[in-house]
């Protein structure tokens, strides 16, 4: 009998420890970022943190990109796709730029598409995945067009990936700053690659607001803009989750959310509501920004910017980029959204009226230099993609 009380009372200690330990993993709280407060710069040397691949992108008389190609640009192992918005030419080249395939669909019938909302590549597949409006298009990389993947009435899609080799993770904008419209309170989702088939991630964001801002052009006129304010960017095969009127912003990857931080004041708190959202992930660094949903007296809108480290939990109000040739310093802030990048990495994209320019006033040194001496204006732009190890 003694020896069942003791063992009776070791289970009911080691119960109670492991609730313990549990409860204490589970409250810890997370990180907060103030929206409203100025915090101080931290600076690096970038040469200690990046390596560079200088792409130019092949020119033949079929095969001219124009000033937008960098939007929706996907990049893989071995491929990269992007597109020209306006005319509809999509465009497949290898890794080192030179051309494999294009092709123009457009049209109005049901394999046929108006415009390009965004444009991803499966290179496992060997699919590309176009949004057209109410419609996700999938052709091959040559153009065959393979199926159409129908979005419901009431779902648009306002971001869309390539998110595992069965589902697309896309996010629902439908009746964002409509007046006397609610959208859906779960506006992220999986879309089957195969048949579209719709599943919601479990995080709820009530009272959504979209990405329009309003400017005063006159005391009687007041237009209204669209800007980049991206709820979802990628890295590599994570994503980070940053609904506009959110209050946690999340990390999704293998399946799994993990809530990162959250901010303060509560997104329904402020008046005028700030949105705010994640711009990239590269390595250990977030790098996010606010801006007030007000009229602005000028069209010209400068964003609140905030960098958070992830290992340290820390948090600034920019990197600063130091030279290790020059005393000189700038702002560092990575732009990732409407593009699908490698792991840790980002895309400038140099059109060639540019890179001529830089070149006669000498300003390019290295492989930018030497690429810049052998283009013509009439050239494809060069794609500079940056492999960074932020830690």
Same mark, same amino acid.
């Given at each position: 009998?003694r020896k069942l009380l003791? =063992? ?7 119960f109670n420890t492991s #609730? ?23 600076? @690096? ?5 990046v390596t560079t691949e ?6 033949? !008389? !079929? ?26 030419? @999509?465009? &497949?080249? !290898?890794?080192?730029?030179? @051309? ?24 496992? #597949? ?5 949004? #057209?409006?109410?419609?996700? =298009? ?14 419901? $009435? ?16 896309? /996010? ?15 506006? /992220? ?57 959110? !209050?946690?912003? /999340? ?30 992930? &590269? ?19 400068? #964003? ?25 310093? $700038? ?58 190890? =932020?830690?």
């Amino acid at each position: 009998m003694r020896k069942l009380l003791l =063992l009776s009372f070791a289970l009911c200690m080691a119960f109670n420890t492991s #609730a313990q330990i549990k409860k204490q993993v589970t409250s810890k709280a997370l990180p907060v970022i103030d929206v409203t407060k100025d915090y101080p710069k931290k600076e @690096i040397t970038l040469k200690d943190y990046v390596t560079t691949e200088f792409i130019p992108l092949e020119t033949t !008389d !079929d095969v001219l990109l124009d000033n937008l190609v960098y939007y929706s640009t996907t990049f893989t192992d071995h491929y990269i796709a992007t597109c020209n918005r306006q005319d509809g030419t @999509i465009f &497949v080249f !290898d890794r080192v730029g030179k @051309i494999k395939h294009h092709f123009n669909h457009k049209g109005q019938s049901g394999e046929e598409y108006i415009y390009i909302f965004s444009l991803r590549i499966d290179e496992k #597949a060997k699919e590309l995945y176009l949004l #057209a409006g109410s419609k996700v =298009l999938v052709y091959s990389l040559e153009g065959n067009f393979k199926r159409r993947l129908p979005v419901p $009435r009431n779902i648009r899609i306002g971001e869309m990936y390539i998110y595992d080799d069965q589902s697309l993770i896309c /996010y629902d904008g439908y009746d964002l700053d409509r007046m006397g419209k609610v959208s859906n309170d779960c506006p /992220y989702f999986l879309m089957s690659k195969k048949d579209g088939t719709i599943s919601r991630l479990p995080i709820t964001i009530k009272n959504r607001i979209g990405n329009m801002i309003y400017t005063k052009d006159t005391p009687e006129m007041t237009s209204t803009y669209s800007i980049t304010a991206s709820p979802m960017v990628s890295n590599g095969t994570e994503f980070i989750l940053s609904d506009l009127a959110g !209050d946690t912003v /999340y990390l999704y990857k293998n399946k799994k959310i993990t809530p990162l931080f959250v901010r303060t004041p509560k997104s329904a708190e402020t008046d005028p509501r700030v949105m705010f959202f994640c711009n990239s992930k &590269v390595g250990n660094y977030l790098f996010m920004s606010a801006i007030p949903k007000k009229i602005y007296e000028e069209s010209r809108i400068k #964003a609140k910017t905030f960098v958070f480290d992830l290992s340290t939990r820390e948090i600034y109000g920019s990197l600063e980029i130091m030279n290790t040739d020059t005393s000189n310093k $700038r702002p560092f802030m990575i732009d990732n959204s409407d593009v699908q990048l490698p792991e840790n990495c980002t895309l400038d994209c140099h059109d060639s009226e540019r890179l001529l320019k830089a070149y006669k006033e000498g300003k390019l040194t290295g492989k930018l230099k030497e690429i810049a001496s052998k283009m013509t204006e009439d050239d494809n732009p060069v794609f500079v993609l940056s492999k960074f190890n =932020l830690k």
